[in-house]
């Protein structure tokens, strides 16, 4: 009896345990922590990975290893014959793309594989990158981290601080096939010094073709559009009026929003079912850094109010980039479909080019809430 029971369990746990079959132990396993997409002289996909390299005795603390192949899958083979351990798609946590690679439509298919194989991670940081992609995998700074994490950790801080976007391949893939939303993603460069930096956020349109890119300061006004902004945002501005002493600009305002509620309202005329939103934007602020004397302990109400005018030009600057190109980062196309949806279903397919055509009106009203601890 006893040993009819010890045959019973085993077989119980041979069929629960059916994974066990294809594990792949630490030490037999090659980690890349970033994924990277690129073109070559001749326009063939071009496949960057970098590994850290686990070794006191290495001088270089990272591998890099490329492979020129039609699918990211058959390049796997490539980049696997030039790294010690198996390689394992489990451990990305940034994926690279060109703006060169970018700057063609339907890229995204190819990245296929990473959806369809249940082995490969999709909470990578998307950065497109300003330039070709070996310029930055090779790069390898002495004074900076690694170079996965030094992105990640760029993308992450800045991110919340409504500096630049945290899109993931998740949720890219979301981006990519919501009719009512175009992608958006971080974008870096290098700098005079080669030096790595972020510059703000790429755009795409519906296809993910890259169409425009916002600086850190634009990209704080598309999170305020997008009602995303969770923490504070620092916002420097110029009122006009104010007396400019050469070479200081000091006609300037630093301020941060401590509380920002963005409310969208659509509405869609009978001429031809054109599209209005009406965006109405509170903001409390406190100040951070004025360089022109202004009694604010008495006098709050007028710098406020050059505070939102100076705001809404802004945002109306911003609207009208992206309504020249088409796009909406913003996803006013959610609001139509959510509120106005038999006008919204008619231009869904082509819902950028119904945003070019909306009338967008932006109110904004700004409550200086904190001055500082001096007076």
Same mark, same amino acid.
């Given at each position: 009896?006893?040993?009819?029971?010890?045959?019973?369990?085993?077989?119980?746990?041979?069929?629960?345990?059916?994974?066990?079959?294809?594990?792949?132990?630490?030490?037999?396993?090659?980690?890349?922590?970033?994924?990277?997409?690129?073109?070559g002289a001749d326009n063939e996909p071009i496949?960057?990975?970098?590994?850290?390299v686990f070794n006191k005795s290495a001088k270089?603390?990272?591998?890099?290893?490329?492979?020129?192949?039609?699918?990211?899958?058959?390049?796997?083979?490539?980049?696997?014959?030039?790294?010690?351990?198996?390689?394992?798609?489990?451990?990305?946590?940034?994926?690279?793309?060109?703006?060169?690679?970018?700057?063609?439509?339907?890229?995204?298919?190819?990245?296929?594989?990473?959806?369809?194989?249940?082995?490969?991670?999709?909470?990578?940081?998307?950065?497109?990158?300003?330039?070709?992609?070996?310029?930055?995998?090779?790069?390898?700074?002495?004074?900076?981290?690694?170079?996965?994490?030094?992105?990640?950790?760029?993308?992450?801080?800045?991110?919340?601080?409504?500096?630049?976007?945290?899109?993931?391949?998740?949720?890219?893939?979301?981006?990519?096939?919501?009719?009512?939303?175009?992608?958006?993603?971080?974008?870096v460069g290098l700098d005079s010094k080669k030096?790595?930096?972020?510059?703000?956020?790429?755009?795409?349109?519906?296809?993910?073709?890259?169409?425009?890119?916002?600086?850190?300061?634009?990209?704080?006004?598309?999170?305020?559009?997008?009602? &995303?902004?969770?923490?504070?945002?620092?916002?420097?501005?110029?009122?006009?009026?104010?007396?400019?002493?050469?070479?200081?600009?000091?006609?300037?305002?630093?301020?941060?929003?401590?509380?920002?509620?963005?409310?969208?309202?659509?509405?869609?005329?009978?001429?031809?079912?054109?599209?209005?939103?009406?965006?109405?934007?509170?903001?409390?602020?406190?100040?951070?850094?004025?360089?022109?004397?202004?009694?604010?302990?008495?006098?709050?109400?007028?710098?406020?109010?050059?505070?939102?005018?100076?705001?809404?030009?802004?945002?109306?600057?911003?609207?009208?980039?992206?309504?020249?190109?088409?796009?909406?980062?913003?996803?006013?196309?959610?609001?139509?479909?959510?509120?106005?949806?038999?006008?919204?279903?008619?231009?869904? &397919?082509?819902?950028?080019?119904?945003?070019?055509?909306?009338?967008?009106?932006?109110?904004?009203?700004?409550?200086?809430?904190?001055?500082?601890?001096?007076?």
């Amino acid at each position: 009896m006893k040993r009819l029971l010890t045959i019973l369990i085993f077989a119980c746990l041979s069929t629960i345990l059916p994974g066990c079959a294809d594990r792949l132990d630490m030490e037999d396993a090659s980690i890349p922590l970033t994924l990277g997409l690129d073109l070559g002289a001749d326009n063939e996909p071009i496949m960057y990975s970098t590994f850290p390299v686990f070794n006191k005795s290495a001088k270089k603390k990272t591998q890099e290893t490329y492979a020129r192949a039609q699918t990211m899958r058959q390049s796997r083979a490539e980049q696997d014959a030039h790294s010690a351990g198996v390689f394992s798609g489990r451990n990305y946590q940034v994926f690279l793309v060109s703006k060169r690679m970018v700057q063609h439509e339907d890229w995204f298919q190819m990245m296929d594989v990473i959806f369809r194989d249940s082995k490969n991670t999709v909470s990578d940081r998307v950065i497109m990158f300003d330039g070709p992609l070996d310029e930055i995998i090779y790069l390898n700074p002495k004074d900076q981290p690694l170079l996965p994490i030094l992105l990640r950790s760029m993308v992450d801080t800045k991110s919340s601080k409504s500096e630049t976007v945290n899109t993931n391949l998740q949720e890219l893939h979301r981006q990519i096939y919501e009719l009512g939303l175009t992608p958006a993603i971080s974008e870096v460069g290098l700098d005079s010094k080669k030096k790595i930096r972020l510059n703000g956020t790429a755009l795409l349109n519906h296809k993910g073709k890259y169409v425009a890119s916002l600086n850190a300061e634009e990209t704080v006004l598309l999170r305020i559009l997008q009602n &995303k902004v969770k923490k504070s945002a620092s916002i420097t501005l110029s009122i006009p009026g104010k007396a400019k002493h050469s070479p200081f600009e000091t006609d300037k305002v630093t301020f941060s929003t401590d509380q920002t509620r963005t409310r969208t309202k659509t509405i869609t005329s009978t001429n031809a079912g054109k599209f209005r939103f009406d965006i109405d934007i509170k903001m409390k602020i406190s100040l951070y850094e004025m360089l022109f004397p202004h009694d604010i302990e008495n006098n709050s109400t007028e710098l406020e109010q050059k505070i939102s005018e100076q705001m809404k030009k802004q945002f109306e600057s911003l609207i009208k980039k992206i309504q020249q190109q088409a796009i909406d980062p913003i996803g006013l196309g959610l609001h139509a479909r959510a509120f106005e949806y038999d006008e919204y279903k008619a231009v869904k &397919k082509d819902w950028g080019k119904a945003l070019a055509n909306a009338d967008i009106r932006v109110t904004i009203k700004t409550t200086i809430d904190a001055m500082g601890p001096i007076k």
